[in-house]
């Protein structure tokens, strides 16, 4: 069983920066995406940003060139890398990781508020 462990999150206002961190149980360093989603009250859950084996990337509009994704294979850790934090970006972010099938953390809690 894959076990994935999300910190890093708080509260910030806006225009403030985040890093939320994600460890894995297993090594991240073979074939399979890693990925960050957030669920907003009253929302549906939304993939943020994600990192392929190949080491590209993809993001959400809203986030793109403000959110950077990245990974050590090293110490089997992903990272969100969160600034210009806006209040919309307020959420529950979920670390996801899919090798065959999906696995999820519980979930770390970004408040953006002045």
């Known amino acids: 069983q894959v076990q994935l462990v999300e910190s890093g999150g708080g509260t910030v206002q806006p225009g403030g920066s985040l890093r939320l961190s994600c460890a894995a149980s297993?090594?991240?360093?073979?074939?399979?995406?890693l990925a960050w989603y957030r669920q907003a009250p009253g929302k549906e859950r939304e993939l943020v940003a994600r990192?392929?084996?190949?080491?590209?990337?993809n993001y959400l509009k809203s986030v793109k060139g403000r959110f950077t994704i990245s990974k050590d294979n090293a110490k089997n850790m992903v990272y969100l890398q969160m600034d210009s934090l806006k209040p919309e970006d307020t959420a529950v972010y979920y670390c996801?990781?899919?090798?065959?099938?999906?696995?999820w953390g519980k979930g770390t809690l970004v408040t953006v508020s002045s």
């Open positions: 996801n990781a899919r090798w065959t099938i999906d696995y």
């Open positions: 297993r090594s991240i360093d073979s074939s399979g995406t």
């Open positions: 990192i392929f084996s190949g080491d590209s990337t």
